[in-house]
């Protein structure tokens, strides 16, 4: 396997997945720190487990209802702000480490840096002001 080959593997991700994609998607932040394709595979695989974990764990520790068909157990701790918070917590910590991570510093983000970003709001900015 050369050193550029796209490794993608299936990940069992529901609804774990769904999940971590979710708080992925409320905290912008994560994606500037795991914005090359090894450092995502590395976020989504590690996120996964840790997620799982922290699940589990908080399962154990709390009281849930009996299940009476409607809501599944994840749902009900999701409701918690502290329990989604805790797991916010947990994703925002694998992007850190990613981020971290001396074996992503030489790869190349996806998408523009910031500094395309702010030339870009600039250009924007006045674009806006001409009309």
Not at 68 to 83: R, S
Not at 96 to 123: N, S, V
């Amino acid at each position: 396997m050369t050193e550029h080959e796209e490794i993608w593997l299936p990940l069992v991700d529901e609804p774990i997945g769904s999940i971590v994609e979710q708080l992925r998607a409320d905290d912008p932040g994560i994606d500037r720190l795991i914005g090359s394709p090894r450092r995502i595979l590395a976020f989504r695989t590690f996120a996964y487990i840790r997620v799982g974990m922290k699940l589990g764990e908080l399962l154990v520790e709390s009281d849930l209802p009996p299940y009476d068909g409607t809501d599944t157990w994840i749902e009900l701790l999701l409701k918690d702000p502290a329990h989604r918070s805790a797991v916010a917590s947990e994703v925002r910590a694998v992007a850190e480490e990613i981020a971290a991570d001396p074996r992503y510093a030489a790869e190349e983000q996806l998408g523009p840096d910031d500094e395309a970003r702010e030339r870009f709001r600039d250009f924007a900015r006045k674009q806006l002001e001409q009309l």
